[in-house]
């Protein structure tokens, strides 16, 4: 097989859209993993630390696996494992291309994470770029940018538009609106398609920072008319360490190469000439083969199991989770728009008497329930939804001062997870 039937296969990259074919829904690894609790005994880890990192799906472990015996260099060698992998890695860029249903033009980068990719971003904006960010972002989404205006956490989602609409109507110059899709905190919906309309009749740009959202919805950027997304291949049950930035090319065809060096070059002499194409201009040095691989093999195996059942399982777990949850005395769960609002599998909650760590060390070393504590890297919005005030002292994202716990579900997450959490929190509360 050549490089050549590679491309002129079935899969073609023009080929490569997105039709969901209802397969079931794929296993992840590590379903059995066992973990000692207080005793010494071992129980089946209850894994409800999804938003933080989801674990790899076999299908993923499969691709992974399938491309390492020919792995090589890409882009650089003509021997044909070289041939084969430089394939695999452009076919993968085709692949994240249409699962996130960008338009033909757009530019997909493969970046380390979400993080590294609205940084990307960040480094290529117009000069004099004013950005609107809600105080509701994660740390990654909100502190990348140079000239910052801040909005306060919206009281319901047409406030979001409305005040979006305000601030970017009072800007002057090039101009970017940046929102999450999904809450990591509370797993809420934003309004991205009503904000991405405000932005554009401002002449802003929009980037939706996607990591929570496509590990549980399908994102379509060009039906929303979204500019740009970001997201990480590890919370999309790739844990390979790629992520990716999509859309509009122009800015980062003209942005600072995010990394100078090799590949990012057309050539070297007393001058230097940049590639003008942005994924080599910000892709230098050699790509993160294997995760763009992981991520591309993800991105197949949610289209092909379809979301209609992903979305189905998922609401069911959610539902009863925060209903349990809001059985127990003392527990409170944190959301900005309340209990309504669409949202994907993520619960922050507090209880009563214990701080958020105590809880969470209980979880795990009583009950072998893995769950995330802390702000999330979102100090600004926690504080909001506490309502306790911050500052210097604020501390890291592990900092334990006005924190919450936060359960998240995915691909993998049982009944009996969920029943677990309820029983252990009930339990706790009951101990008081
Ligand atoms: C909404 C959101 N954005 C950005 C990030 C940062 O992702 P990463 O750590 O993969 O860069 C996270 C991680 O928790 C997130 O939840």
Redesign the pocket.
């Known amino acids: 097989m050549s490089t050549l039937t590679i491309f002129s296969s079935a899969r073609t990259p023009e080929a490569a859209a997105p039709s969901a074919t209802n397969r079931p829904i794929p296993a992840v690894l590590g379903a059995d993993l066992e973990v000692p609790v207080k005793g010494g005994r071992l129980v089946g880890y209850a894994n409800l630390d999804y938003?933080?990192?989801a674990p790899c799906l076999e299908p993923v472990s499969a691709a992974v696996t399938a491309a390492l015996p020919a792995y090589s260099s890409v882009h650089r060698g003509a021997g044909y494992a070289s041939q084969l992998t430089t394939a695999r890695y452009e076919q993968a860029r085709h692949t994240v291309r249409a699962f996130v249903g960008a338009r033909p033009d757009d530019s997909v980068i493969f970046t380390?994470?979400?993080?590294?990719?609205?940084n990307l971003l960040a480094g290529c904006l117009p000069e004099g770029t004013t950005t609107v960010v809600f105080d509701t972002?994660?740390?990654?989404?909100l502190l990348p940018w140079r000239h910052a205006v801040r909005l306060a956490p919206p009281a319901f989602p047409g406030e979001a538009v409305r005040a979006a609409d305000e601030a970017l109507a009072a800007i002057e110059g090039p101009k970017l609106l940046v929102v999450?899709?999904?809450?990591?905190v509370t797993g809420e919906l934003w309004p991205i398609a009503a904000l991405a309309h405000i932005a554009h009749r401002h002449g802003a740009r929009i980037l939706v920072?996607?990591?929570?959202?496509v590990p549980h919805r399908r994102l379509n950027l060009t039906a929303l008319d979204l500019d740009y997304v970001?997201?990480?291949?590890?919370?999309l049950y790739a844990p390979f360490g790629a992520?990716a930035l999509v859309g509009r090319r122009d800015w980062l065809a003209e942005g600072e190469p995010y990394l100078k060096g090799g590949g990012a070059v057309r050539s070297v002499g007393e001058s230097v000439e940049w590639h003008d194409d942005p994924e080599p201009r910000h892709e230098a040095g050699t790509p993160n083969v294997l995760g763009a691989i992981a991520l591309a093999a993800a991105c197949d195996a949610l289209t092909a199991t379809g979301w209609t059942a992903l979305v189905r399982e998922e609401e069911r777990l959610i539902a009863r989770l925060r209903s349990g949850l809001a059985s127990i005395d003392g527990v409170r769960e944190l959301s900005l728009w309340g209990d309504d609002h669409p949202r994907v599998g993520i619960v922050s909650f507090t209880v009563a008497g214990y701080s958020a760590r105590e809880v969470a060390e209980a979880l795990s070393g009583e009950y072998g329930i893995g769950v995330r504590d802390g702000k999330?890297?979102?100090h600004p919005f926690v504080r909001h939804l506490l309502g306790t005030s911050g500052g210097a002292s604020d501390g890291d994202c592990m900092d334990d001062t006005g924190s919450a716990v936060r359960a998240s579900i995915g691909i993998g997450s049982t009944q009996e997870h969920v029943d677990r959490l309820i029983e252990a929190v009930r339990d706790l509360v009951s101990r008081r």
């Open positions: 938003a933080a990192s380390r994470n979400t993080t590294d990719a609205t972002e994660h740390h990654a989404s999450t899709a999904a809450s990591n920072d996607a990591a929570q959202l970001a997201f990480s291949g590890h919370k992520g999330f890297c979102a």
